[in-house]
């Protein structure tokens, strides 16, 4: 799997005009002598975006090397303004990671191959428009073309390679999701798929599973793959893939391999469709950028980058279940996107309400956090709950008061009278209007009158 | 491979060409393949340096890290009529070229 | 003519009202009326009346002012001019006026400097002739039949011609110092990095350096120390602070050590060069300088490693020129052009990468190492900077590989990072001009000027101008 995302950094990865393709108004208005590539503009990089590739690869479980570099692809293509993408080939700025993930109730490591920093292309649409020029000399002559804007040229770009390790259509989708959910948590993209801000590329084949038990350990790979692009959710990475392989399926039992090529995935028709033949293999002639000196990391700047990732959504899963009692369900559904974990936080800091019952008021949405301040849902849960539960020092109050108020009852409990404890904890009840967890008051009850 | 006799054919000269996006006619082809032989012929004489643990350079001026910070340089950035100025085919604020046909 | 002397004493003169900033314009233009139909150094002339216009502005302007304000130059057409059609001498950029300026262009306008013409070259610096032009050769003033040298031949032949006071050209593997020689005047190729890049056009990025033209060493140390330095938009430019480099010219060389490559005067040598720079050595004798004997066998790699590495990055820089946001398409490329492209597409393809590519910035390592073990023991460098004198116009373009052979001893300095000054050392005996060079570390712009301008105190061969020159 190869996946794209471009970083939300305010300006672009090699100049310094505004990122933000999906926000302008018109085309070609965020450009510069360096995105345009004009003649003699030259790229100097975007520090945040190699910082942001670098906490990416370390939040994939990756290897930084301390040396990296950036490198040309050179191809043609009308969206690629210098005839040449700066990226990086082979000394990338993340190495040998990887991501676990769940699987029914299997865990299952996804190998990261690499992680590494490339500029974004500009965008191309095509159209039909007035020819004058037609020969026809008819009037309302039209020709198709293809328009371009460069808003989008230099956008920080990282590009994510997983093993071959993922196995079907539903590990993929998994495996997609959780990613999703980091690069959410580490907040250097919006990863929004319609937007484009974060692209999928599967490369499927398929191969005849030898035995059950060897399942994961394949060998060899097929000597074919197939690379489908335009995939634009995770739902359509799952048909797309599903669909790619009942194709191969049906190639491979006439004794044939599918042809090695690029697939575009049609969302409308459900089925992907020959782009590009890859017989003709592209040559891309990498070298190292001579615009741009290297990057060395010392130790310490790896170490400082490592203090920078927030915690991820496993750590956290396990420190909800733990901290406030949570059961896996609650807390996975919590934290699929940090806001909401966050959120949920701070709404039980103030300990007036069980965590659990902020988290069942969350999950069932029950009040819309969009609009309601954490503050504000503990109110509104305080004021909507009859048996709203007792802080410990509310009830600690309440138990001492009973107690003052009622000394034969505590006289006779000490006594020897054990049913004497059911009376004041009656007394309890009936002081909190029954918002003290009876449990609860027992034992405190007990613990005073020791 | 590479040797005092490289000698290019026409198709690795016209092979090459399409990796350049040049679109040359035959003569120029056949012109070509003695002349980028020639040359290749020339700097096959670095096969015979010894280059044995030697490292690659591919910068002197042995700087490292060099980065700019995250802001936008409005100053900078062209408005869109300056962008195109200098553009043939133009269509509504867009460049324009031939239609690329690679989706449908 | 006002445009005979040196910067600094232009300078003097239009502080002192000598002479206005508008005569010495009216000077410069009148010798392009007057010359430049037979040399063929310009591409584009800035139209007069505007510059006119700004040396009115400084003749009535302050009293105090920078040793450039006011001063005319031509830019090889290789900068990018705001406004200012830029053409690389190609007719891929035939009628491309840039939307920004180039950083030295833009130092220049800020000290009150002013353009007169964007100068003739070999298009995007492919050749050392200015003959791989589409705007017809530049013509050497000291015979119009022969070559001016390049690839920045159009400054070189205007300096000499007194069409401009100075010049920046760019050198890439002599493109300053060959022309310079065959001109007749001092030209700097700068150590990598001293001078930002932004806005020039690139022919190869890790070779490619921005360095000053002149008539003098000083005229170059007056430049330099104006141009040099740290710019943000390129990211290569060199932090390192940028020395007062007139402050150095007058320091009496006694002591100086300077390296003579024994090996380098051999075969293939016109014999009036060799007398030449064995004459410039015992001037440097002279004026006490100490000259040893050294050997730099690697040498006969130099131009392989050359012509592997510039065409390899030439063929991903003029990638960009797809006709689509500016200029015209790539059928406008010369033979020369496509062919260093195509001898860059084949040495970076899957197959031969490791062979040519690799093989050759291997090589590259080599040669710092042999330059810096000289380099420690001696303070400069000797040599000739061209094998022999300019050539009639016509014979290096018949054929590729002799061509490549003329630059046999400018092209090792760009894959090493390293300065190196041209400075014009004699004449042939139907008075060709003869240019040797000094080469030194990485930074020590300093040393070379200052060797250069005591050797130019005890010489008068930069004094000389070319006949029809008048």
């Not at chain 1, 939300?8 to 450009?31: E, H, L, Q, R």
């Not at chain 1, 499927?204 to 030898?210: D, E, F, P």
Request: hydrophobic share 35%; glycine share 6%; proline share 5%.
């Amino acid at each position: 799997m190869e996946i794209h995302v471009e970083l939300k950094t305010v300006s672009k990865m090699f100049c310094g005009c505004k990122n933000d393709p999906f926000g302008a108004d018109k085309p070609n208005i965020y450009t510069c002598p360096v995105c345009l590539g004009l003649p003699g503009a030259l790229p100097v990089p975007n520090r945040k975006a190699v910082e942001w590739a670098v906490l990416l690869g370390l939040a994939l479980n990756c290897e930084i090397p301390l040396f990296s570099k950036f490198d040309r692809k050179n191809y043609f293509y009308p969206d690629l303004p210098k005839g040449y993408q700066i990226s990086q080939y082979d000394q990338p700025f993340a190495v040998r990671g990887f991501l676990d993930i769940t699987v029914g109730n299997e865990k299952k490591r996804i190998g990261i191959t690499r992680v590494h920093l490339e500029e974004d292309t500009g965008k191309l649409m095509h159209a039909t428009v007035d020819d004058p020029t037609s020969p026809s000399g008819l009037r309302g002559a039209s020709k198709k073309v293809s328009l371009i804007d460069f808003n989008r040229s230099g956008v920080p770009l990282v590009e994510i390679v997983t093993e071959a390790d993922i196995r079907s259509s539903e590990e993929a989708r998994i495996f997609l999701k959780k990613l999703h959910q980091i690069i959410r948590y580490l907040e250097i993209s919006d990863a929004d798929m319609e937007k484009g801000s974060m692209r999928l590329e599967p490369n499927i084949s398929v191969q005849k599973i030898q035995s059950r038990l060897n399942r994961d350990k394949i060998q060899k790979l097929p000597p074919y793959k197939v690379e489908v692009k335009n995939i634009n959710s995770f739902s359509f990475a799952k048909k797309a893939i599903d669909f790619e392989t009942d194709r191969h399926i049906a190639i491979l039992e006439t004794g044939k391999y599918p042809q090695q090529e690029t697939r575009g995935w049609d969302e409308k028709k459900g089925v992907t469709f020959s782009q590009r033949s890859k017989e003709e293999a592209q040559d891309y002639r990498y070298f190292p950028e001579p615009d741009i000196p290297p990057i060395r990391w010392s130790k310490s700047q790896i170490s400082n980058f490592k203090a920078l990732i927030p915690e991820l959504p496993d750590t956290r899963i396990a420190r909800f279940i733990k901290e406030y009692g949570l059961s896996e369900y609650d807390a996975t559904v919590l934290t699929e996107d940090k806001k909401t974990a966050d959120y949920f936080e701070k709404a039980v800091k103030s300990k007036t309400i069980p965590a659990k019952t902020v988290a069942n008021w969350i999950i069932n949405k029950k009040a819309d956090i969009s609009k309601l301040s954490p503050e504000g849902l503990v109110n509104l849960i305080q004021a909507k709950t009859q048996k709203l539960p007792m802080s410990e020092k509310d009830l600690e109050e309440v138990i001492n008061k009973v107690l003052a108020v009622n000394s034969k009852a505590v006289v006779d409990y000490k006594a020897g009278k054990e049913s004497a404890i059911m009376f004041l904890l009656g007394q309890v009840m009936r002081q909190s209007h029954g918002r003290a967890d009876a449990t609860t008051t027992r034992k405190i009850l007990e613990n005073k009158l020791k | 491979m590479a040797d005092k006799n490289t000698k290019l054919t026409p198709e690795e000269i016209y092979k090459l060409a399409k990796l350049a996006n040049l679109s040359l006619n035959e003569e120029q082809i056949k012109k070509l393949a003695d002349s980028v032989s020639s040359i290749l012929s020339y700097v096959s004489q670095l096969q015979s340096l010894n280059t044995a643990n030697i490292e690659e350079t591919a910068q002197v001026t042995g700087q490292e890290n060099v980065f700019r910070e995250d802001i936008v340089d409005n100053e900078r950035m062209l408005t869109q009529e300056e962008a195109l100025s200098n553009a043939k085919d133009k269509h509504n604020g867009y460049f324009m070229v031939k239609a690329i046909f690679e989706e449908e | 003519m006002i445009t005979d002397k040196s910067i600094k004493e232009i300078h003097l003169g239009l502080r002192k009202k000598e002479f206005s900033c508008e005569e010495l314009i009216k000077e410069t233009y009148g010798n392009i009326e007057k010359y430049d139909s037979r040399i063929n150094s310009a591409i584009t002339i800035v139209d007069k009346k505007t510059v006119l216009d700004k040396a009115r502005q400084t003749d009535n302007g302050k009293k105090e002012f920078d040793l450039l304000t006011g001063m005319p130059f031509v830019l090889k057409d290789v900068y990018v001019t705001r406004g200012i059609r830029t053409t690389c001498a190609s007719n891929v950029l035939a009628d491309y006026i840039p939307q920004y300026d180039a950083t030295v262009y833009k130092k220049l306008l800020d000290l009150g400097a002013l353009l007169i013409g964007k100068m003739n070259q070999d298009a995007w610096g492919h050749g050392g002739s200015t003959e791989n032009t589409d705007f017809g050769p530049t013509h050497n003033p000291w015979d119009l039949k022969r070559v001016a040298g390049g690839s920045s031949g159009g400054p070189a032949a205007a300096i000499s011609g007194r069409m401009t006071v100075f010049a920046i050209g760019e050198d890439t593997g002599g493109s300053i110092r060959n022309p310079a020689a065959w001109c007749n005047i001092t030209g700097l190729k700068v150590t990598c990095g001293r001078v930002s890049r932004y806005g020039a056009i690139a022919y190869a990025s890790s070779f490619d350096t921005i360095g000053p033209m002149g008539k003098s060493a000083e005229d170059c140390a007056v430049i330099l120390e104006r141009i040099a330095g740290k710019d943000p938009y390129d990211a290569t430019s060199s932090p390192a602070s940028v020395p007062k480099y007139t402050s150095f010219l007058n320091k009496p060389l006694k002591g100086r050590k300077i390296a003579l490559p024994k090996d380098l005067l051999g075969k293939g040598l016109d014999v009036e060069i060799k007398n030449a720079i064995l004459k410039a050595v015992n001037k440097f004798a002279e004026i006490g300088a100490e000259i040893e004997e050294v050997t730099m066998p690697i040498f006969d790699y130099g131009l392989a490693v050359y012509y592997v590495i510039a065409p390899c990055e030439t063929s991903s820089n003029l990638a960009r020129y797809d006709g689509i946001r500016y200029g015209f398409d790539r059928s406008k490329f010369t033979e020369e052009t496509i062919r260093r492209i195509m001898i860059g597409t084949y040495a970076l393809s899957a197959g031969y990468y490791d062979a040519f590519y690799r093989k050759a910035q291997k090589a590259r390592t080599l040669f710092i190492k042999a330059y810096q073990d000289i380099l420690s023991k001696y303070d400069a460098i000797l040599m000739p900077v061209n094998p022999t004198p300019p050539t009639v116009i016509g014979e290096l373009m018949s054929d590729p590989l002799q061509n490549l052979l003329a630059d046999f001893y400018t092209v090792t300095q760009n894959p090493v990072g390293v300065p190196s000054l041209a400075v014009p050392c004699g004449f042939t005996k139907d008075k060709l001009p003869i240019g040797m060079q000094l080469i030194g570390k990485m930074f020590t712009e300093e040393l070379l000027l200052n060797i250069g301008h005591q050797y130019q105190q005890v010489t008068e061969w930069h004094k000389q101008k070319p006949d029809i020159i008048s």
